[in-house]
């Protein structure tokens, strides 16, 4: 089973976009998300776009490590699981049950920084590659990248 | 199964919004450049220059933001090392 994924440009380059669906049932929460994929990042993380559309209650959420993205202080809060669905190569549904995603909530408030901290988009981290069993296949010049289940 | 067709519906638009946008990025680009902008069926229903306005310009759209591709247009030279 494949998840075909689209190129977006960001950040000066080509990334994989993940679009899909997030349901939190215990904190009410749905709506449609778009994350690239960071093999830089070992955990996936909501970006403030998502943070603020979805309505997260971000204070309520528990606290967790401090994590450092774009060379920003961020703590990360622990929205607990959540239900995505994304789509396969057949138009089929493809629904996951993922035992933790993250918010990152941006410790250092000055006004440059929370600009671009709202502009960076969501991340798909090697947790959720590793939980899946997902190999990434990315190949930016031919414009092609999926996700590709291993089971 | 009614949820699985809802939620499929949504990723097939938030897929061809994603399309239209890629396809006509460099035009967008030069209007508006800097700013947020929220695509629903392949048109772009609101701008603002910050997050926090352009959720509030949907809402007075009668739009769900949660529903909604919303996309920050940066300018040609930015990059960013994550």
Known sequence: MRIYLTIKEFGGGPKAFALFTLRSERYRIFGKVEAFI???SPDTTLGMKDIRTLHIP???LPAGAISYV???TTRLRSLGNVILYF???NNEPVKIDFPKIYVAEPLEHDEKTLRIFSTIPSMIGTDFLLFNKFSFYFNP??????LKSLI | MKNMIQELEMINEMEQDNKWLVSNY???RRKYENKFIAIKDKNIIASNPTLEGIIKDLKEKGENP???LIEFIHKKDFK???
């Open chain 1, 141 to 146: 010049s031919e414009r092609v990248a999926y």
């Open chain 2, 26 to 28: 460099e035009e967008i």
């Open chain 2, 66 to 68: 949660s529903f909604v």
């Open chain 2, 80 to 82: 960013i090392i994550l």
């Open chain 1, 38 to 40: 960071d093999t830089g």
């Open chain 1, 58 to 60: 971000i204070k309520s």
């Open chain 1, 87 to 89: 789509k396969d190569e």
């Open chain 1, 70 to 72: 774009a060379g920003s």
